[in-house]
């Protein structure tokens, strides 16, 4: 893979309960393409997605600057992201990138956040099906597709969707 990434710093969101392959999928393709990344989440120490994986955080998110960070993850997992979306530092993190037009990559249950955030609004975008609805009560229009691109934001459904959503993502955060 080339070194698109370079100079980039991506910042991924996230608590426990996440869902493992869609952290370590997206992680190791962002370092991959030369990129930085950064594991964000409401408290220190380490996090834990629901298959077991663990990994460091390496900055609490009520302590980091957004504009520190060219583009942000959203890994999903239901329990983290229901979590996450109710964890006020977290929301404004998130709006911010959303209210920029910084890239946002998010996949399966991660999109929870972006409602909260309001920043959906007249933006297309894909997700686990369940979420379908909350996302339309947000603004935004629902499609199924293994990944959509709408400008900075790319998403995707499922961990079945993580090539797709890795190959869409380095092209949008190349880009930014």
Same mark, same amino acid.
């Given at each position: 893979?080339? %070194?698109?990434?370079?100079?980039?710093?991506?910042?991924?969101?996230?608590?426990?309960?996440?869902?493992?392959?869609?952290?370590?999928?997206?992680?190791?393709?962002?370092?991959? *393409?030369? !990129?930085?990344?950064?594991?964000?989440?409401?408290? %220190? !120490? %380490?996090?834990?997605?629901?298959?077991?994986?663990? %990994?460091?955080?390496?900055?609490?998110?009520?302590?980091?600057?957004?504009?520190?960070?060219?583009?942000?993850?959203?890994? !999903?997992?239901?329990?983290?992201?229901?979590?996450?979306?109710?964890?006020?530092?977290?929301?404004?993190?998130? $709006?911010?990138?959303?209210?920029?037009?910084?890239?946002?990559?998010?996949?399966?249950?991660? *999109?929870?956040?972006?409602?909260?955030?309001?920043?959906?609004?007249?933006?297309?975008?894909?997700?686990?099906?369940?979420?379908?609805?909350?996302?339309?009560?947000? !603004?935004?229009?629902?499609?199924?597709?293994?990944?959509?691109?709408?400008? *900075?934001?790319?998403?995707? $459904?499922?961990?079945?969707?993580?090539?797709?959503?890795?190959?869409?993502?380095?092209?949008?955060?190349?880009? *930014?």
């Amino acid at each position: 893979m080339t %070194q698109r990434l370079t100079g980039k710093k991506v910042a991924f969101l996230l608590t426990d309960g996440f869902e493992d392959s869609e952290l370590t999928s997206p992680w190791n393709t962002v370092v991959e *393409a030369g !990129g930085t990344a950064h594991l964000l989440a409401p408290a %220190q !120490g %380490q996090v834990e997605g629901k298959n077991g994986h663990t %990994q460091d955080v390496d900055r609490v998110v009520s302590a980091a600057d957004p504009g520190e960070y060219d583009a942000l993850v959203l890994p !999903g997992g239901t329990g983290n992201a229901d979590k996450l979306r109710m964890d006020e530092d977290a929301v404004a993190f998130a $709006r911010h990138f959303g209210s920029e037009g910084k890239p946002i990559a998010v996949i399966c249950h991660g *999109a929870w956040i972006l409602t909260d955030a309001d920043v959906l609004r007249g933006r297309t975008l894909t997700s686990y099906p369940s979420l379908r609805t909350d996302l339309r009560n947000a !603004g935004a229009t629902w499609v199924d597709e293994e990944v959509h691109v709408d400008g *900075a934001l790319v998403s995707s $459904r499922t961990p079945d969707d993580l090539p797709a959503f890795n190959r869409e993502l380095v092209e949008a955060f190349a880009s *930014a």
